[in-house]
């Protein structure tokens, strides 16, 4: 963790203004790890020897495949590439998967050929319903793999199933269907009953997912601090959806009956932990079945500093003037449209050097870090161009007192991103831009010591890192 000192006439003033929630983080960094690449992350008190044992490898092999010059400085969550060595007499390698949204030891027992018991005891497991998404399994792969028929899905038998009719629905032959589970071919089935859906190895990974759902995607797993989650929902009828996840709904979208999106912000000062995100199919005729998931949420690596503030300086943040500019821009900032104008990678809003990244917690005069930056600073010439980084509807466009010159554009699904602190302003409420288009110009207007552009996106109501959008697509 780097702590600074920073001089108040440097400092973006408006992110003083922003409401926050908090308490001190500790320095872990962590990414949304994803699949079953065989990756170790150092735990409290492991040795590089340790690992090397557990894996069959040398220290000298790890610290090689990680470009480690001093096998004896690990830091715990580093993520560690494992060389694929097998020494001759180990019955093995293991791997490590990232739990996804319905995977059970089940699932994973018939994806890796691994029984459900080794899987237990080889991650020292008491309680297998403890499972999270974003858990990292360790599998231990057997030698002697294949031969079997590859599930591809999983599914719960409903009332007036049969065999045939389940095969008809899945596109598969009736006998391959009662082999794979087992069965005679004119056994009687149970509703409740779980059928393993045969198919080849490459297809999508298993799923154990309660009727009407039928796949559930989460992006990034594990969820970060500070960073929006995609989330992907398929259901087997038209259901309308609702959901709940760290305190906030879960607003979802429907496109072609059947597939279900919602993009949501993690507030960048959630503590790190496993929290049950919880989404509700309703069907038409007003059935209702309710999907609970254990989603871990990891540390975003934030960085802290601290900003020494005089008293006159303080004056300047009396919230007579900051809490109305506030209640106008987060009502602003929390639309949401059902229509998607973003499409691919986000571009960015300035071609000036980023001079302060999203997130850094900040403590004044020494207090508590009870706040964060809320955007991506770009220092960049006054009347330098100000572009919108995507498709969308200008939301806010006029000059508060606080945040200068300001523009806000929905960009739908939840997703609107701001501007601060313009010289110029070259859009109206209700245009619609398009990606690359001038909504602006650099300036140093409202609380502003200096020409930067701050960047702001939030995510259904939650204040969220805008350059996650520049270097992946969503959803
Ligand atoms: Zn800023």
Redesign the pocket.
């Known amino acids: 963790m780097t702590h600074r000192a920073i001089v108040f006439r440097r400092l973006?003033l408006?992110?003083l203004a922003l409401t926050l929630w908090g308490a001190a983080w500790p320095a872990l960094a962590q990414d949304g790890g994803q699949g079953s690449t065989t990756i170790h992350v150092v735990q409290r008190g492991e040795t590089l020897f340790q690992i090397a044992m557990r894996y069959g490898t040398t220290v000298d092999a790890i610290a090689q495949a990680n470009g480690i010059d001093d096998p004896r400085y690990i830091t715990v969550g580093q993520r560690l590439l494992i060389p694929n060595v097998q020494s001759s007499d180990s019955a093995g390698t293991v791997t490590l998967h990232t739990l996804q949204p319905g995977e059970t030891l089940e699932t994973l027992a018939r994806h890796y050929h691994t029984p459900p018991a080794e899987l237990a005891a080889a991650n020292h497991m008491t309680n297998p319903a403890q499972l999270y998404v974003g858990q990292e399994i360790a599998v231990p792969l057997s030698l002697e793999q294949g031969g079997d028929v590859e599930p591809r899905a999983l599914y719960h038998v409903q009332t007036g199933d049969n065999l045939a009719r389940v095969a008809v629905h899945y596109g598969v032959g009736v006998a391959a269907l009662a082999e794979a589970n087992a069965l005679s071919p004119s056994a009687p089935l149970f509703v409740g009953q779980t059928l393993w859906i045969p198919g080849s190895a490459a297809q999508a990974p298993l799923r154990d997912l309660p009727p009407p759902f039928t796949d559930c995607e989460l992006s990034p797993v594990p969820a970060v601090q500070g960073k929006t989650l995609s989330i992907h929902l398929q259901t087997s009828e038209y259901v309308t959806l609702s959901g709940t996840f760290l305190g906030y709904p879960v607003q979802l979208v429907t496109e072609d009956a059947t597939q279900h999106y919602a993009l949501f912000g993690v507030h960048a000062f959630t503590a790190a932990g496993v929290y049950p995100m919880v989404l509700t199919a309703t069907r038409e005729d007003g059935t209702q079945t309710t999907l609970t998931l254990r989603v871990q949420v990891v540390e975003g690596g934030y960085s802290s500093e601290t900003i020494s503030l005089t008293t006159e300086q303080q004056d300047l943040l009396n919230p007579q003037v900051t809490e109305p500019e506030w209640e106008l821009f987060a009502r602003v900032m929390s639309s949401f449209t059902a229509r998607r104008y973003f499409d691919g990678v986000m571009g960015l809003p300035s071609s000036g050097a980023i001079s302060?990244p999203f997130g850094t917690r900040r403590s004044y005069n020494g207090g508590e870090l009870r706040t964060f930056?809320?955007?991506?600073?770009f220092a960049a010439p006054p009347g330098s161009p100000v572009v919108a980084p995507a498709a969308g509807v200008v939301v806010l466009a006029e000059e508060l007192p606080v945040r200068g010159n300001a523009v806000a554009i929905d960009h739908g699904w939840g997703v609107v991103t701001a501007y601060f602190h313009l010289s110029a302003i070259n859009v109206a409420v209700g245009d619609v831009v398009t990606a690359g288009q001038t909504i602006g110009a650099v300036g140093s207007t409202g609380r502003s010591t200096g020409p930067?552009l701050?960047w702001e996106m939030w995510v259904g109501g939650v204040q969220v890192d805008p350059m996650q959008w520049v270097q992946r697509s969503f959803p």
Do not use: E, F, P, V
């Open positions: 973006c408006l992110a302060s930056h809320s955007g991506t600073d930067h701050h």
